[in-house]
């Protein structure tokens, strides 16, 4: 079964661009989260959504950070601008319900701003 | 909120157990999680523990999870050099709406 897949892997841009990373969940789960890796702060969750509906964006830095998931498939997280603190691994997860059923996580994308 | 906290570090001999341990302070966990983090790859699933279970073996790991203590911990049998990765414990609370709360990590180095 393929697991959830985040491109692209690696990305590295100039502080100003627009970022964006992409994440397809695993089939028939219906919940899927954005978390964000660094040293300083560990894994932070971002966002979640519950069936397409983004549910707490409570993690979400910024206003430049934003998130959509237009189909069962498929999310996006955005930053723009993007700055040299949005440095990090930024990982996408997913799982079937809620009440405990574990989050598969895809390798991630590891993003530097210049 | 809900804490969940690791030591940092463990250094083990290879064929030795691992014991890794995680202590949390909300008491109404559901479920309780173990994950395997390799270096530039995500977290994969190990093994999980329901909050009704005291103990859970698979192959090689057993969790062990002391609800009186809020305490949680993982030992590998007969560690071996793939072992070394950062290991996670990560819980539902009640508390915690429906996020899953991680701890900071053990990075476990396994040594010849």
């Known amino acids: 079964d393929a697991g959830v897949i985040q491109s692209p892997r690696h990305e590295v841009t100039e502080m100003g661009q627009e970022v964006t990373l992409r994440c397809k969940p695993i089939?028939?789960?219906?919940?899927l989260f954005w978390y964000r890796q660094t040293m300083m702060r560990g894994l932070e969750l971002l966002i979640y959504?519950?069936?397409?509906?983004?549910?707490?964006d409570s993690g979400m830095p910024e206003d430049r950070f934003s998130a959509k998931m237009p189909n069962a498939s498929f999310s996006t997280l955005k930053i723009q601008p993007s700055e040299p603190r949005d440095s990090a691994v930024y990982f996408c997860?997913?799982?079937?319900?809620?009440?405990?059923?574990?989050?598969?996580f895809g390798d991630g994308t590891r993003l530097s701003i210049l | 909120g809900e804490d969940v906290e690791q030591s940092l570090f463990l250094s083990v001999r290879e064929g030795d157990s691992s014991v890794i341990n995680c202590t949390y302070t909300d008491s109404s966990s559901t479920y309780l999680y173990w994950y395997k983090q390799e270096p530039g790859a995500g977290l994969q699933l190990l093994t999980y523990?329901?909050?009704?279970?005291d103990m859970k073996q698979d192959q090689r790991l057993t969790v062990l999870l002391n609800k009186k203590d809020k305490h949680l911990s993982l030992r590998i049998a007969d560690t071996q050099t793939g072992d070394s990765a950062i290991y996670f414990c990560?819980?539902?609370?009640?508390?915690?709406?429906?996020?899953?709360?991680f701890g900071t990590g053990t990075q476990l180095k396994v040594e010849l």
């Open positions: 523990i329901f909050s009704n279970m």
């Open positions: 089939s028939g789960h219906d919940y």
């Open positions: 959504f519950n069936n397409n509906v983004p549910i707490d």
């Open positions: 997860a997913s799982s079937f319900r809620q009440g405990g059923q574990p989050q598969h």
């Open positions: 990560a819980g539902f609370f009640t508390g915690g709406g429906n996020k899953l709360t």
